[in-house]
């Protein structure tokens, strides 16, 4: 007698190769590396990434494409930011020199955690060394393809 092949459920461990892009290009892709895990819930792929998973059997491939702003939502003009240099350097390294297109980590305020920014432009009239940085994912507004090969749920 054979078991019951495992089915995405809310909160399943999973390890899976997947990919997400967008018009430009892939963002995340582990086909051709070791795949991912990942514990559904805990906000590592998005509500509505995870929402394509659920229901899925281990071994599944499958491709989903989502329409613009369904997979990281709109992009936000507010969520593009100016930082001082002066907390860059308290949170990292003060020998550290930013570009345009650097992606830069932030603690939650409780430190448990952190996000991420891509820096738009360095400097600003009263702050030559600021830093614009962009908190919006890099596919909000976007149409997404999502990509995946289930290869274990537990």
């Known amino acids: 007698m054979t078991s019951p092949v495992p089915t995405v459920q809310p909160g399943s461990f ?4 997947y990919r997400l892009g967008g018009p430009a290009g892939d963002i995340i892709n582990t086909f051709n590396d070791k795949p991912a895990t990942l514990c559904l819930g805990t906000g590592e792929l998005s509500p509505a990434v995870e929402q394509c ?36 350097d308290r949170l990292g390294d003060p020998a550290e020199t930013y570009q345009v297109g650097d992606v830069v980590q932030f603690p939650t305020p409780d430190g448990q955690g952190s996000y991420a920014g891509a820096v738009v432009q360095v400097g600003h009239p009263d702050s030559p060394q600021a830093l614009l940085v ?21």
């Open 53 to 88: 998973l659920i229901g899925l059997a281990e071994g599944s491939r499958k491709v989903f494409e989502l329409p613009a702003g369904a997979a990281f939502g709109e992009r936000k003009d507010d969520m593009q930011q100016w930082v001082a240099r002066s907390l860059l």
């Open 134 to 154: 962009d908190f919006n994912h890099p596919l909000a507004g976007q149409p997404v393809v999502f990509e995946v090969h289930l290869v274990g749920v537990l």
């Open 14 to 17: 999973l390890t899976l190769h």
